[in-house]
């Protein structure tokens, strides 16, 4: 596709210009404000007006404006009606909503001729829509609100020599709050294009479209219709997309006639209300007449139906005007006159589709223009959109063709748009006027120097333009020497110059593709898409992202590398170890081969290293004999390291036993051999001997302390012949005798035994015995214990892990 024509942005472009209007066109001044929103052309000469004057209301009628609640932006004076009239210039302001009019010289605007009311003329309120014409008979047929509020509207004709006349007033089924769009002079007719509430619609509120006439010499009527049309009719316009349930563009705009070819072109637009949708239709003026020609559209009363009425004079017509005496001058029944308003049938356009529409926007404003093309004529319709730009399409070139829209010109920069207020064509200089709220902008309507190539100039599909052959370069037809070296092409719409970025289409279904996988090949399964949903156009950024996806690829698996070798099992002597490794790197998937060959490895080791002898500890011996019977003594029992003597443990155990309390234990001396006590009693002498009785809790009697003394005593004669007879407890308690007591006294300590065990904690001992003296004849024994325990070797042995089991 070329790419080479594009909507044209024509802001800012050479072509557009803003004009100081000094030298062009009528100004009228408003404190402040330039009022552009009427321009207007001297039809005879084909030439804008020029001119420019000032045109304030004055402070009376200002302040009375303010006094009946209007706002300084009112209470102007906008210029509402301009209209040509011979060499005078008929002009109508709202003046402050007190509504005047003006005669003025053309040429000179300051020269004011006449000022008359008006009222019923031009609209108190600058909003309100309202259209005027005067005929070439001098009337002025002025369709506008009358009032200040703007709740009676008119078809009103005044000035003139024939009698001033009016739609009926607050009659609804004249005219329904309307808003008036244009009005022309057609043949012995006025017609008037308008919106308005559709009186014959009673299923809520809807505005439909509407064209009326009424006839030039109509003169009313007498006793009825009196000063009020006898001619009126109106009709319904339809302007709609076809479809099962046609979509409506309800409300006219605006409106363009083509007198030669009685054509007019009409702008209809959706309600405000709703989404906002424009669309041009054009209708023929035998559709319309012949509409009017038609049966009525009747209600009896306001509560009966709509129905279709015959129409009773289907080839009316306007009549003769014979001032002299009074004529039939419509040939219609006045009391028809005023039934009879709305025609039944609607006025179709000459296509059933639209010549153009669009969504979102909304026309104001349309002009035609009748192109010579190199094979035929064209139309071209400009349309102001509500946003401030102009659309330039070319009409549908037959029936099955539909528009083309082959420029938009911008007018602002966009945030400076502002409303279009009027659109008017200057055929005499080819050129299109715009008025905006503060200037005139002026648009040649050809711009054929623009297209700088033939491909560009004839894929323009510009009318106005073609490639002359000869010239070397875009030009007018006028331009051209010859039509024969004009070339144009006008067959279909221009391709826009939009730059499209790409997108993707979908996916194709997945299918089977190979690839190389490490020298080998795979399968795969791949789907592709591409950049055509849409394709890049004009320098559009082509589609981001992958066309080809590739998935489930067979893999062929591949080892890990080998993991490092696990410790030996052995710590001495000969053991193995093991490695491993996986066949996940990668893991074979979808077909791919598996890997070749182990994944264990095993090896021994620990060959060199042989394990020291082994030594180990025979099994205990019995407990040993206790060392004390009863009362707590200590046994021990040993081991003996078997294989070396490195064994680690204590060799020897001790424990403690019979720590059963001894019971008392009593011991008795024998007697010791009498020994004799020198005491002369009538020559003997007394003999003594002694026992001893001690008893404790011991385990060996040798421990027993001493106990009491006994002593006995005996006298021996002297010659022996009485031997000895015993006598000691009187002697000794006489006191005679007294004993030879010695105190023990202990022997000093052994050297400690050998300690129990190596470590943690053993016992040892060392003993003394009472034999230093020995305690003797009731002597006391000795005191403490004879032998003595401690505590030896208390440090903790070394750690030991015992030997794995021999391998
Ligand atoms: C079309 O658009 C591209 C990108 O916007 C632009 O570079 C090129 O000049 C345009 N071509 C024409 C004929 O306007
Ligand atoms: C225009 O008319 C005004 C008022 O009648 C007059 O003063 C002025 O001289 C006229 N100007 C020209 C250029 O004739
Ligand atoms: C305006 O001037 C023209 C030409 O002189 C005249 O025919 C017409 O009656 C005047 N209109 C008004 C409203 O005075
Ligand atoms: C006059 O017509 C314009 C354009 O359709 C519209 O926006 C405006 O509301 C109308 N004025 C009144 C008073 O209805
Ligand atoms: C308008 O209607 C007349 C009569 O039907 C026809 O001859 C003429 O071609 C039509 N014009 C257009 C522009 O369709
Ligand atoms: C205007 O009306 C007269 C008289 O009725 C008639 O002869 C004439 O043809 C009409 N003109 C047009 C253009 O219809
Ligand atoms: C004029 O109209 C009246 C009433 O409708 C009728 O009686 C009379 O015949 C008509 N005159 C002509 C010349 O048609
Ligand atoms: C209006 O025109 C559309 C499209 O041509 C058509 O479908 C519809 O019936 C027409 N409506 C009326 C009321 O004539
Ligand atoms: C409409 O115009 C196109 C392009 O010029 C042409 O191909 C087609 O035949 C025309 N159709 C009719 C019905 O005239
Ligand atoms: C790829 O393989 C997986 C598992 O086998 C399967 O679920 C998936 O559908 C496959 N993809 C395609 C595109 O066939
Ligand atoms: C041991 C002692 O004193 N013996 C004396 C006892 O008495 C006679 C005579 O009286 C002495 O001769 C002993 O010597």
């Known amino acids: 596709t070329m790419c080479l024509y594009m909507s044209l942005s024509l802001f800012p472009?050479?072509?557009?210009?803003?004009?100081?209007?000094?030298?062009?066109?009528?100004?009228?001044?408003?404190?402040?404000?330039?009022?552009?929103?009427?321009?207007?052309?001297?039809?005879?000469?084909?030439?804008?007006?020029?001119?420019?004057?000032?045109?304030?209301?004055?402070?009376?009628?200002?302040?009375?404006?303010?006094?009946?609640?209007?706002?300084?932006?009112?209470?102007?004076?906008?210029?509402?009606?301009?209209?040509?009239?011979?060499?005078?210039?008929?002009?109508?302001?709202?003046?402050?909503?007190?509504?005047?009019?003006?005669?003025?010289?053309?040429?000179?605007?300051?020269?004011?001729?006449?000022?008359?009311?008006?009222?019923?003329?031009?609209?108190?309120?600058?909003?309100?829509?309202?259209?005027?014409?005067?005929?070439?008979?001098?009337?002025?047929?002025?369709?506008?609100?009358?009032?200040?509020?703007?709740?009676?509207?008119?078809?009103?004709?005044?000035?003139?020599?024939l009698p001033p006349l009016r739609t009926a007033q607050y009659n609804s089924k004249w005219l329904n709050e309307p808003n008036f769009v244009s009005s022309y002079d057609i043949g012995n007719f006025t017609y008037f294009f308008f919106r308005e509430n559709a009186v014959e619609h009673d299923c809520g509120r809807t505005v439909f479209s509407r064209a009326a006439r009424v006839c030039k010499n109509d003169i009313g009527g007498r006793f009825l219709l009196e000063d009020t049309w006898t001619t009126f009719m109106k009709a319904r316009l339809n302007c709609s997309r076809p479809g099962e349930i046609p979509f409506n563009?309800?409300?006219?705009?605006?409106?363009?006639?083509?007198?030669?070819?009685?054509?007019?072109?009409?702008?209809?637009?959706?309600?405000?209300?709703?989404?906002?949708?424009?669309?041009?239709?054009?209708?023929?003026l035998s559709a319309i007449t012949q509409v009017f020609s038609g049966p009525f559209k009747y209600q009896e009363n306001s509560r009966s139906a709509w129905l279709p009425y015959p129409n009773p004079n289907p080839d009316f017509q306007c009549g003769t005007i014979d001032y002299g005496s009074y004529v039939n001058l419509t040939e219609r029944n006045l009391q028809d006159a005023q039934k009879f308003l709305l025609m039944h049938e609607v006025v179709q356009p000459v296509q059933p589709v639209p010549y153009f529409m669009e969504d979102s926007v909304r026309f104001s404003h349309v002009a035609v223009d009748v192109v010579q093309g190199k094979d035929m004529l064209f139309h071209i319709i400009y349309l102001a959109t509500d946003y401030g730009t102009i659309r330039k399409v070319l009409s549908p070139l037959n029936q099955s063709t539909g528009s083309c829209l082959l420029d938009e010109i911008e007018l602002f920069p966009p945030r400076k748009r502002q409303p279009i207020r009027s659109l008017l064509i200057l055929h005499s200089s080819s050129e299109l006027y715009v008025g905006v709220r503060d200037q005139v902008i002026k648009i040649p309507l050809m711009r054929c120097n623009f297209h700088k190539t033939r491909e560009a100039c004839v894929g323009a599909r510009d009318p106005y333009c073609g490639w002359d052959r000869v010239l070397r370069r875009c030009s007018t037809l006028e331009d051209s020497v010859s039509m024969s070296q004009w070339e144009q092409s006008i067959t279909k719409c221009?391709?826009?110059?939009?730059?499209?970025?790409?997108?993707?289409?979908?996916?194709?279904?997945?299918?089977?593709?190979?690839?190389?996988?490490?020298?080998?090949?795979?399968?795969?399964?791949?789907?592709?898409?591409?950049?055509?949903?849409?394709?890049?156009?004009?320098?559009?950024?082509?589609?981001?992202?992958?066309?080809?996806?590739?998935?489930?690829?067979?893999?062929?698996?591949?080892?890990?590398?080998?993991?490092?070798?696990?410790?030996?099992?052995?710590?001495?002597?000969?053991?193995?170890?093991?490695?491993?490794?996986?066949?996940?790197?990668?893991?074979?998937?979808?077909?791919?081969?598996?890997?070749?060959?182990?994944?264990?490895?095993?090896?021994?080791?620990?060959?060199?290293?042989?394990?020291?002898?082994?030594?180990?500890?025979?099994?205990?011996?019995?407990?040993?004999?206790?060392?004390?019977?009863?009362?707590?003594?200590?046994?021990?029992?040993?081991?003996?390291?078997e294989n070396g003597n490195e064994c680690p443990g204590c060799a020897q155990e001790y424990q403690s036993c019979n720590t059963v309390p001894c019971p008392d234990l009593k011991k008795t001396t024998p007697w010791t051999p009498w020994t004799p006590v020198n005491i002369s009693d009538n020559g003997g002498h007394y003999e003594q001997r002694f026992r001893y009785t001690c008893k404790a809790r011991v385990p060996d009697p040798a421990l027993l302390e001493v106990g009491r003394q006994r002593i006995e005593m005996r006298y021996c004669s002297?010659?022996?012949?009485?031997?000895?007879?015993?006598?000691?407890?009187?002697?000794?308690?006489?006191?005679?005798?007294?004993?030879?007591?010695?105190?023990?006294?202990?022997?000093?300590?052994?050297?400690?035994?050998?300690?129990?065990?190596?470590?943690?904690?053993?016992?040892?001992?060392?003993?003394?015995?009472?034999?230093?003296?020995?305690?003797?004849?009731?002597?006391?024994?000795?005191?403490?214990?004879?032998?003595?325990?401690?505590?030896?070797?208390?440090?903790?042995?070394?750690?030991?892990?015992?030997?794995?089991?021999?391998?």
């Open 13 to 161: 472009i050479p072509h557009v210009s803003s004009v100081d209007m000094e030298p062009w066109i009528h100004r009228f001044q408003a404190e402040g404000t330039v009022d552009y929103s009427q321009l207007t052309f001297d039809p005879s000469q084909n030439e804008l007006i020029v001119g420019e004057a000032e045109w304030h209301c004055d402070e009376f009628t200002k302040g009375a404006c303010f006094s009946r609640g209007k706002s300084e932006e009112e209470c102007q004076n906008y210029i509402r009606v301009l209209l040509v009239n011979g060499d005078r210039l008929f002009t109508c302001g709202t003046n402050a909503f007190t509504p005047i009019c003006t005669n003025r010289t053309l040429t000179n605007l300051t020269e004011i001729h006449d000022q008359i009311s008006g009222m019923a003329r031009c609209p108190y309120n600058p909003l309100h829509n309202s259209t005027a014409l005067i005929t070439s008979s001098g009337e002025l047929y002025a369709a506008t609100a009358m009032d200040f509020s703007g709740r009676d509207p008119a078809i009103y004709r005044s000035l003139g020599g």
């Open 249 to 284: 563009y309800n409300e006219l705009q605006g409106t363009f006639y083509l007198p030669e070819l009685e054509l007019l072109y009409g702008i209809f637009t959706t309600n405000v209300n709703s989404i906002a949708a424009s669309a041009v239709c054009a209708f023929n």
């Open 494 to 641: 221009p391709v826009r110059n939009v730059t499209v970025d790409g997108g993707f289409g979908s996916w194709s279904g997945w299918g089977a593709c190979s690839h190389t996988d490490g020298g080998s090949t795979g399968s795969c399964l791949c789907r592709t898409r591409a950049c055509d949903n849409p394709a890049p156009q004009c320098g559009g950024q082509s589609c981001h992202g992958l066309n080809v996806e590739v998935s489930n690829c067979s893999r062929n698996g591949a080892w890990t590398p080998w993991t490092l070798w696990a410790p030996c099992s052995t710590s001495c002597g000969i053991g193995f170890q093991v490695r491993q490794r996986s066949c996940s790197n990668p893991t074979p998937r979808h077909g791919g081969r598996v890997c070749v060959g182990q994944n264990r490895e095993e090896r021994y080791c620990n060959e060199h290293l042989p394990c020291p002898p082994h030594v180990y500890w025979s099994a205990w011996s019995a407990w040993e004999r206790c060392t004390v019977p009863c009362g707590g003594g200590i046994q021990s029992r040993r081991r003996t390291c």
């Open 718 to 807: 002297s010659d022996g012949s009485t031997g000895c007879s015993t006598d000691g407890e009187g002697l000794l308690r006489s006191g005679k005798i007294s004993g030879h007591t010695v105190n023990g006294g202990w022997t000093s300590w052994s050297s400690w035994s050998q300690c129990s065990r190596d470590c943690s904690r053993g016992i040892r001992s060392r003993k003394r015995t009472c034999t230093s003296p020995e305690p003797r004849y009731g002597g006391q024994t000795c005191l403490g214990p004879a032998q003595e325990y401690q505590e030896c070797n208390v440090t903790p042995c070394p750690a030991y892990e015992p030997p794995p089991p021999h391998m």
